[in-house]
Protein backbone atom coordinates (compact mmCIF):
# COMPACT_ATOMS: atom_id res chain seq x y z
CA UNK A 1 0.00 0.00 0.00
CA UNK A 2 2.50 2.72 0.95
CA UNK A 3 3.93 2.75 -2.87
CA UNK A 4 0.23 3.55 -3.77
CA UNK A 5 -0.25 5.95 -1.57
CA UNK A 6 3.39 7.55 -2.70
CA UNK A 7 2.16 7.61 -6.34
CA UNK A 8 -1.20 9.50 -5.18
CA UNK A 9 0.72 12.03 -3.52
CA UNK A 10 3.32 12.84 -6.01
CA UNK A 11 0.37 13.14 -8.66
CA UNK A 12 -1.43 15.14 -6.25
CA UNK A 13 1.80 17.55 -5.68
CA UNK A 14 2.38 17.54 -9.65
CA UNK A 15 -1.16 19.06 -10.22
CA UNK A 16 -0.54 21.88 -8.02
CA UNK A 17 2.41 22.30 -9.31
CA UNK A 18 0.81 23.07 -12.81
CA UNK A 19 -1.72 25.19 -10.72
CA UNK A 20 1.28 27.51 -9.41
CA UNK A 21 2.66 27.62 -12.75
CA UNK A 22 -0.80 28.68 -14.33
CA UNK A 23 -1.26 31.05 -11.79
CA UNK A 24 2.12 32.65 -12.44
CA UNK A 25 1.66 33.04 -15.89
CA UNK A 26 -2.00 35.07 -15.27
CA UNK A 27 -0.04 37.17 -12.98
CA UNK A 28 3.09 38.08 -15.46
CA UNK A 29 0.76 39.10 -18.13
CA UNK A 30 -1.13 41.27 -15.74
CA UNK A 31 1.98 43.24 -14.85
CA UNK A 32 2.06 44.52 -18.70
CA UNK A 33 1.57 48.01 -17.29
CA UNK A 34 1.73 50.17 -20.85
CA UNK A 35 -1.79 50.31 -21.33
CA UNK A 36 -2.94 51.84 -18.13
CA UNK A 37 0.73 52.92 -16.64
CA UNK A 38 -0.87 54.10 -13.58
CA UNK A 39 -2.35 51.28 -12.64
CA UNK A 40 0.40 49.27 -10.83
CA UNK A 41 -0.31 48.73 -6.70
CA UNK A 42 0.88 51.04 -4.42
CA UNK A 43 4.67 50.39 -3.64
CA UNK A 44 5.14 49.80 -7.95
CA UNK A 45 5.87 51.97 -10.71
CA UNK A 46 5.39 51.19 -14.35
CA UNK A 47 8.84 50.57 -15.63
CA UNK A 48 10.53 49.00 -19.11
CA UNK A 49 12.30 45.82 -18.71
CA UNK A 50 13.39 45.36 -21.93
CA UNK A 51 14.91 48.24 -24.67
CA UNK A 52 12.27 47.19 -27.25
CA UNK A 53 9.06 48.63 -25.07
CA UNK A 54 8.38 45.81 -22.30
CA UNK A 55 6.99 47.07 -19.39
CA UNK A 56 5.57 45.35 -15.91
CA UNK A 57 4.89 46.98 -12.16
CA UNK A 58 8.41 46.64 -10.25
CA UNK A 59 8.77 47.74 -6.58
CA UNK A 60 10.00 51.82 -6.59
CA UNK A 61 12.06 53.70 -4.89
CA UNK A 62 10.25 55.79 -2.38
CA UNK A 63 12.89 58.40 -1.88
CA UNK A 64 12.63 59.62 -5.40
CA UNK A 65 9.68 61.94 -5.97
CA UNK A 66 8.16 63.48 -8.88
CA UNK A 67 11.40 65.63 -10.41
CA UNK A 68 14.27 63.62 -8.71
CA UNK A 69 16.98 63.12 -10.55
CA UNK A 70 17.32 59.49 -11.50
CA UNK A 71 18.88 56.69 -14.04
CA UNK A 72 17.52 54.91 -17.05
CA UNK A 73 17.54 51.39 -15.97
CA UNK A 74 16.20 48.30 -17.75
CA UNK A 75 14.64 46.39 -15.37
CA UNK A 76 15.86 48.45 -12.11
CA UNK A 77 13.85 51.33 -10.81
CA UNK A 78 15.01 54.75 -9.98
CA UNK A 79 11.63 56.29 -8.98
CA UNK A 80 8.98 56.47 -6.61
CA UNK A 81 5.34 55.08 -7.10
CA UNK A 82 3.94 55.66 -10.52
CA UNK A 83 6.82 57.51 -11.71
CA UNK A 84 9.27 57.03 -14.43
CA UNK A 85 12.84 58.72 -15.30
CA UNK A 86 12.76 60.26 -18.11
CA UNK A 87 15.26 62.80 -19.82
CA UNK A 88 15.07 66.31 -19.84
CA UNK A 89 16.62 69.36 -19.16
CA UNK A 90 17.60 69.89 -15.87
CA UNK A 91 19.52 73.42 -13.84
CA UNK A 92 21.27 75.27 -16.11
CA UNK A 93 20.26 73.95 -19.26
CA UNK A 94 22.22 70.91 -18.93
CA UNK A 95 20.35 66.99 -19.82
CA UNK A 96 19.63 65.26 -17.30
CA UNK A 97 17.18 61.92 -16.25
CA UNK A 98 14.47 63.08 -13.78
CA UNK A 99 11.56 60.94 -12.15
CA UNK A 100 8.16 62.41 -13.49
CA UNK A 101 4.67 61.39 -14.02
CA UNK A 102 3.04 59.48 -16.90
CA UNK A 103 0.55 61.69 -19.15
CA UNK A 104 -2.08 61.20 -21.42
CA UNK A 105 -5.33 62.81 -22.08
CA UNK A 106 -6.97 61.16 -18.82
CA UNK A 107 -4.41 62.14 -16.41
CA UNK A 108 -2.36 65.80 -16.61
CA UNK A 109 0.80 67.29 -15.88
CA UNK A 110 2.07 69.61 -12.78
CA UNK A 111 1.97 73.37 -13.20
CA UNK A 112 4.39 73.91 -15.65
CA UNK A 113 5.04 70.46 -17.42
CA UNK A 114 4.24 69.33 -20.79
CA UNK A 115 2.68 65.84 -21.53
CA UNK A 116 5.40 64.63 -24.52
CA UNK A 117 5.65 61.76 -26.40
CA UNK A 118 9.63 60.69 -26.15
CA UNK A 119 11.38 56.92 -26.35
CA UNK A 120 13.59 55.78 -23.17
CA UNK A 121 16.04 54.32 -25.89
CA UNK A 122 16.71 53.87 -29.14
CA UNK A 123 14.08 52.39 -31.21
CA UNK A 124 11.76 51.94 -28.66
CA UNK A 125 7.84 53.05 -28.83
CA UNK A 126 7.43 56.63 -27.13
CA UNK A 127 5.73 56.83 -24.29
CA UNK A 128 3.61 59.83 -23.30
CA UNK A 129 5.74 61.92 -19.73
CA UNK A 130 5.55 64.74 -17.73
CA UNK A 131 8.49 67.17 -19.39
CA UNK A 132 9.00 68.93 -16.35
CA UNK A 133 10.35 72.89 -16.29
CA UNK A 134 14.33 72.79 -15.08
CA UNK A 135 14.61 73.32 -10.95
CA UNK A 136 15.51 76.72 -10.15
Known sequence: MRPLH???WLKRLAALLLLGAAACGSS????????M????GAGTTCWPTDMAGAFQCLASKPYA?????CAILVGLTTCADSLICA???GQN????NRCTQYCDSGASCPNGATCTPIALF????EIPVCILPPPT
Open 122 to 125: AGSP
Open 87 to 89: PMT
Open 65 to 69: PLGTE
Open 28 to 35: EMAADCMS
Open 6 to 8: ASL
Open 37 to 40: PRSC
Open 93 to 96: GAKT
